[in-house]
Structure formats: structure tokens, C-alpha cells
């Protein structure tokens, strides 16, 4: 009974050194169930989601965190963690003056243009329409324009500025 006992206690220790790839105990891991376990613990990127906007010709690269709201008129995408919010709506081809004209956009309270990678300009304004403090235009190039509502004070904040420029058509 005892040379069972010995040996159960042996396989025991070969099999816990072979399942940590028979590494001597360091300060690093000195538990054989830490070192182990550091390998599964290594964090989960989340895939962005492409959302494809309905009844509309484009679609929108949401990276982690973000969600996004369909309406018929409009679509919501959120960050609730960074209080972001964006309002997405879509106006006739070829309207983008108006557009801009609609939404209260003056050369005063215009900002700096935002270039996306795929070439879409957009242009900012500060505005002040009910909690939304920035408004973002642009003339996608099959003539579709968005204006893009945001909730930040700063019209250049990263964030919203990755949403928009991930803004591309279908």
C-alpha cells in the first residue's frame, strides 16, 4: 500500500512538471497552476463590428465598446463607458449646401475638416442642438450626405473622429 501511495505521489509531480512544460519553480511561478494559467489568461481583443446602416448605402467600423441603435430615421451608436454618443442621418443626394446651411453651420463655428483614409471630407461644425455639441457633414462619394450629430464639446475628439472616418459605402 505504501509503494502505491509513493507512486501516485510520483506521477502526481512528473505530471504537473510536464503539463508546465517541466519548468523549475521561479518567484514568477512558483505555483505550477499559475504558471499554467498565465498562458489562458492573456486578454480578449474584440473584433470591431462593421454595422451596415439601414436603408442607407454605408456602413460604420465600431471597435469595442461601442453599440449601435437602428431607427428608421436615424441611427444612435454609443460608448456608454466614454458618454459618447453619435446621431447618423442620411439626406438626398446632392443637398450637402443645404445640409450645412439646415444644421446652423456658419464659417464661424466651423472647425477643422476631417480627412477619412478613404478621401471622404468631413466638415465640422460646433452647434448646440439639444445634448449635441458637434456636428459633422460629409458628401460620400456616390452624392449620399450624412450629418453625423456628436455629443462632445471638443470637435476634435478621437474617438468620435474614428467612427467618423470609418464611415465607407457598402
Not at 108 to 121: K, L
Request: aromatic share 8%; hydrophobic share 40%; net charge negative.
Amino acid at each position: 500500500m505504501k509503494k502505491f501511495f509513493s507512486l501516485a505521489i510520483v506521477v502526481a509531480v512528473v505530471g504537473t512538471m510536464a503539463s508546465c512544460g517541466n519548468k523549475t519553480n521561479t518567484t514568477e511561478c512558483a505555483d505550477s497552476t499559475a504558471c499554467c494559467d498565465s498562458a489562458e489568461a492573456a486578454p480578449v481583443v474584440a473584433e470591431p463590428e462593421i454595422h451596415e446602416r439601414w436603408g442607407a448605402d454605408y456602413q460604420v467600423t465600431l471597435p469595442s465598446g461601442w453599440t449601435a441603435d437602428e431607427y428608421a430615421a436615424e441611427m444612435i451608436v454609443k460608448n456608454e463607458a466614454k458618454d459618447l454618443k453619435l446621431q447618423f442621418r442620411e439626406y438626398p443626394k446632392g443637398d450637402f449646401d443645404k445640409c450645412v446651411t439646415n444644421s446652423g453651420g456658419t464659417e464661424e463655428t466651423r472647425g477643422e475638416d476631417v480627412v477619412a483614409d478613404n478621401e471622404v471630407v468631413w466638415q465640422v461644425y460646433k452647434a448646440n442642438r439639444d445634448d449635441y455639441n458637434t456636428c459633422y457633414l460629409a458628401k460620400m462619394p456616390n452624392d449620399e450626405v450624412i450629418i453625423v450629430w456628436a455629443t462632445p464639446d471638443d470637435p476634435a475628439n478621437a474617438d468620435v473622429h474614428e467612427i467618423i472616418k470609418s464611415v465607407a459605402l457598402k
